[in-house]
């Protein structure tokens, strides 16, 4: 079976947090999430994405969903 590329999701999150003026600790204490959650979605190396997570983000950075992440389509379809 050939192995399909459907693209990727980029996470913007580190692009908000400067934009905001924000490091992961201040992030972290805002969204009552873990510094290692926010590197990991900073380092675009989480797998799976949780919606609570999306949602504290999201109310942290006051920002939508489609700010903090996007789906980049395969150049070849």
């Given at each position: 079976?050939?192995?399909?590329?459907?693209?990727?999701?980029r996470v913007?999150?580190?692009?908000?947090?400067?934009?905001?003026g924000l490091n992961?600790?201040?992030?972290?204490?805002?969204?009552?999430l873990t510094r290692?959650?926010?590197a990991k979605l900073c380092k675009d190396e989480a797998q799976r994405f949780d919606a609570g997570t999306l949602a504290r983000l999201?109310?942290?950075l006051d920002c939508s969903l489609s700010d903090l992440i996007e789906y980049i389509p395969p150049e070849n379809k």
């Open positions: 079976m050939e192995n399909k590329d459907y693209g990727t999701i913007n999150l580190d692009r908000l947090m400067q934009e905001r992961k600790t201040k992030l972290s204490y805002m969204s009552e290692v959650q926010i999201c109310y942290a």
